[in-house]
T-cell receptor
Framework: GNSVTQMEGPVTLSEEAFLTINCTYT??????LFWYVQYPGEGLQLLLK?????DKGSNKGFEATYRKETTSFHLEKGSVQVSDSAVYFC?????????????FGQGTELSVKP | EPEVTQTPSHQVTQMGQEVILRCVPI?????FYWYRQILGQKVEFLVS????????KSEIFDDQFSVERPDGSNFTLKIRSTKLEDSAMYFC??????????FGPGTRLTVT
């Protein structure tokens, strides 16, 4: 079945450091890929998405490129801020799924220190 | 900006009791979902709902669970007889099409 694997956390960075959170997936066809962010005490917010191979999703300085050849959708940001501290979830919707079921990775906690 | 709302934010109930979790999806959305997140674990899909019927449900969504859209704005999740293992954060989500979903803030359910 479809699945998503993320790098283990927590990830601790200093402010202005470069961020990469790895995400790989297993799915048939061409799933849609998403990154969601969960700030402390809050719900999940859609951060960015990509729906076909080589698409790049971007938002708030974060980027991720849909790589079909490596089945990856790694999240990057050039310069993190303390306010980026949160849990980040990679997720997919299968290409043959009509109901829109999101399959999530286990989440990666990011802590940014001043 | 429109958002998904959920009530209550925290529900405490005794084992065996029925609970109803409520959600108001974004008004022009057509697809509705429930997910749950047990503390420290993945976010898990429970059910999707479209055109007044269930589109898909997971293995978790057994006979103890039901969903309803009783009017044009609310979307509810009912657990008939709660178990200790139902303790989790429950998220409602909605979408215009079966793709990018917008989540509510969640209801923390504690079963004692």
């Amino acid at each position: 079945g479809n699945s998503v694997t993320q790098m283990e956390g927590p990830v601790t960075l200093s402010e202005e450091a470069f961020l990469t959170i790895n995400c790989t997936y297993t799915a048939t066809g061409y799933p849609s890929l998403f990154w969601y962010v969960q700030y402390p005490g809050e719900g999940l917010q859609l951060l960015l998405k990509a729906t076909k191979a080589d698409d790049k999703g971007s938002n708030k300085g974060f980027e991720a490129t849909y790589r079909k050849e490596t089945t990856s959708f790694h999240l990057e940001k050039g310069s993190v801020q303390v306010s980026d501290s949160a849990v980040y979830f990679c997720a997919l919707i299968g290409s043959y799924n009509q109901g829109g079921k999101l399959i999530f990775g286990q989440g990666t906690e990011l802590s940014v220190k001043p | 900006e429109p958002e998904v709302t959920q009530t209550p934010s925290h529900q405490v109930t005794q084992m065996g009791q029925e609970v109803i979790l409520r959600c108001v999806p974004i008004s022009n959305h057509l697809y509705f979902y429930w997910y749950r997140q047990i503390l420290g674990q993945k976010v898990e899909f429970l059910v999707s709902f479209y055109n007044n019927e269930i589109s898909e449900k997971s293995e978790i969504f057994d006979d103890q669970f039901s969903v309803e859209r009783p009017d044009g704005s609310n979307f509810t999740l009912k657990i008939r007889s709660t178990k200790l293992e139902d303790s989790a954060m429950y998220f409602c989500a909605s979408s215009r099409e079966a793709n990018e979903q917008y989540f509510g803030p969640g209801t923390r359910l504690t079963v004692t």
